[in-house]
């Protein structure tokens, strides 16, 4: 409602009042003078540091500073000639590097892209250490598997494979103790569409990507000139967060590359790989029978569809 002329005159006059009850009386008004006089203002300097509301307004500026700090856009693919830049949309990345067409000769053996406000990890991966000190299991447990061997030949395969299973499973435990000693917690779910298919699964999970909804970061396999599936990684920041791997998944099930059977089109799971084997180049039927794959589809979220 609009003020109409001369509204609140009479209000105003109010604070121009000489009726001395208005602002006290005189002992009342004395007492508060004395009060400002003797008022100690180093003192309460001193502590003002330490006073709840000083704290707590500190508190939430540093948390607002850290909120704004923590949505920069940072890109760890900035430099790379085959990854999306900031400075560009999703659409105009995937115009510039289709995976069906953009080939391994000019751009790689892959194309990038990465959510701009996630995190990778808690801190650097060292991988070196991973893979030295990886390498080393892997030789100790081929070493103790032969002993075995020797040590009981004609022995049926049975019989080896159950003195062998309980070595191979420690040397799982290990490799992943290691993986997390060093920082090389991530892991990807893995996507194998078939070139026809690719540029539409690979803008499905770039948009996913740069939009937050799926991992820190994605890559695509480029045209290495055969007619092979083409493999498509969705990075998460560490294979032990089984909730957050899950969460990836259903949004891979909810934007429809896959279904609880496993992969639209194929019938079979995806499956999750921690990159620590991924460094160690333990692919599937590897010398030490060992799993490479962490977790399935079918597994985390059941059969049916």
């Given amino acids: 409602m609009g003020r109409t002329e001369g509204e609140g005159e009479e209000g105003g006059d109010a604070f121009l009042s000489d009726d001395s009850s208005f602002y006290g009386d005189d002992d009342l008004r004395s007492a508060l003078e004395d009060r400002a006089e003797s008022f100690d203002t180093s003192h309460y300097w001193a502590s003002h540091h330490l006073r709840l509301p000083v704290i707590a307004h500190a508190a939430i500026a540093n948390m607002a500073a850290s909120a704004s700090k923590s949505q920069e856009a940072v890109n760890m693919y900035e430099d790379y000639l085959s990854g999306r830049h900031l400075s560009e949309n999703v659409e105009a990345f995937l115009r510039r590097l289709p995976p069906l067409s953009t080939g391994i000769m000019d751009y790689g053996p892959w194309i990038y892209c990465a959510n701009p406000y996630a995190s990778k990890g808690d801190g650097p991966a060292d991988q070196a250490t991973l893979v030295r000190r990886g390498r080393q299991l892997l030789k100790e447990f081929t070493a103790l598997k032969a002993g075995i061997e020797a040590y009981m030949p004609g022995t049926s395969k049975g019989v080896?494979?159950?003195?062998?299973?309980?070595?191979?499973?420690?040397?799982?435990?290990?490799?992943?103790?290691?993986?997390?000693?060093?920082?090389?917690?991530?892991?990807?779910?893995?996507?194998f569409p078939s070139p026809p298919d690719v540029n539409t699964t690979w803008s499905l999970v770039a948009h996913g990507t740069v939009a937050g909804e799926l991992g820190y970061a994605a890559k695509v396999a480029t045209d290495d000139g055969s007619q092979n599936a083409r493999l498509i990684c969705i990075y998460t920041p560490?294979?032990?967060?089984?909730?957050?791997?899950?969460?990836?998944?259903?949004?891979?099930?909810?934007?429809?590359?896959?279904?609880?059977?496993?992969?639209?089109?194929?019938?079979?799971?995806?499956?999750?790989?921690?990159?620590?084997?991924?460094?160690?180049?333990l692919m599937r039927g590897n010398e030490f029978g060992l799993k490479t794959s962490l977790f399935s589809s079918r597994e985390l979220l059941g059969k049916g569809k």
């Fill in 160 to 191: 080896i494979t159950r003195q062998v299973t309980p070595l191979r499973k420690q040397l799982e435990l290990d490799i992943l103790a290691l993986a997390r000693e060093t920082g090389c917690t991530s892991g990807k779910w893995m996507l």
């Fill in 238 to 281: 560490d294979f032990g967060d089984r909730e957050d791997v899950k969460r990836v998944l259903e949004r891979i099930l909810a934007m429809g590359l896959c279904n609880r059977n496993g992969a639209i089109g194929e019938g079979k799971a995806i499956y999750y790989k921690a990159d620590a084997y991924t460094y160690l180049e």
